[in-house]
T-cell receptor, first 116, second 112 residues
Framework: GAGVSQTPSNKVTEKGKYVELRCDPI?????LYWYRQSLGQGPEFLIY????????DSGLPNDRFFAVRPEGSVSTLKIQRTERGDSAVYLC??????????????FGPGTRLTVL | GQQLNQSPQSMFIQEGEDVSMNCTSS?????WLWYKQDPGEGPVLLIA?????ELTSNGRLTAQFGITRKDSFLNISASIPSDVGIYFC????????????FGKGTKLTVNP
């Protein structure tokens, strides 16, 4: 498809485990964003990449969260030592990355993470 | 941190009625955006506003970027059942980052 895809769509894990969430952006989009959406809330910014580098990681809540985008396309969000409070829908978005402000971000369907 | 106050939290209306929702902030935003989210999907952009005072329409939707750059509203005219969903305002804060700050959403229910 032509949209942003995320895998898995659902992930159930146990407290203390490590998880990886994957995002495939729209082809040719240089900017990629991660957001977290808790139940009944709006998306909350985590990190965004321009190419391979993290341009703004100010939203990562602590050092258990880490994201990479080694080739400037696919990105992986990694969460170590998961806690029950990490349960949420993790949304990925991509944009053309022209950086002129308001560059439209196209969202994927999200990965629903449940930490038991 | 920066927050957007979105209201109302939910709305129950009859098909054909007009709807209005708004967002306010204590800080200035460079861009205001309105998204709609359906269950199990990511938000989809409805309208983007780039200049203070700008009034933009997209079909039955109209949105405005407040003069102070600290607020925005979205109007939906002649609502239809497929308008059901959660509407989010979002803003791009000053500072150069492309990140978006979202409101908590307005859940819209349309009764046929």
């Amino acid at each position: 498809g032509a949209g942003v895809s995320q895998t898995p769509s659902n992930k159930v894990t146990e407290k203390g485990k490590y998880v990886e969430l994957r995002c495939d952006p729209i082809s040719g989009h240089t900017a990629l964003y991660w957001y977290r959406q808790s139940l009944g809330q709006g998306p909350e910014f985590l990190i965004y990449f321009q190419g391979t580098g993290a341009a703004d990681d100010s939203g990562l809540p602590n050092d258990r969260f880490f994201a990479v985008r080694p080739e400037g396309s696919v990105s992986t969000l990694k969460i170590q030592r998961t806690e029950r409070g990490d349960s949420a829908v993790y949304l990925c978005a991509s944009s053309t990355g022209r950086g002129r402000g308001g560059d439209e971000q196209f969202f994927g369907p999200g990965t629903r993470l449940t930490v038991l | 941190g920066q927050q957007l106050n979105q209201s109302p939290q939910s709305m129950f209306i009859q098909e054909g009625e007009d709807v209005s929702m708004n967002c306010t902030s204590s800080s200035i935003f460079n861009t205001w955006l309105w998204y709609k989210q359906d269950p199990g999907e990511g938000p989809v952009l409805l309208i983007a506003l780039y200049k203070a005072g700008e009034l933009t329409s997209n079909g039955r939707l109209t949105a405005q970027f407040g003069i102070t750059r600290k607020d925005s509203f979205l109007n939906i005219s002649a609502s239809i059942p497929s308008d059901v969903g959660i509407y989010f305002c979002a803003g791009q804060p000053q500072g150069g980052s492309e990140k978006l700050v979202f409101g908590k959403g307005t859940k819209l229910t349309v009764n046929p």
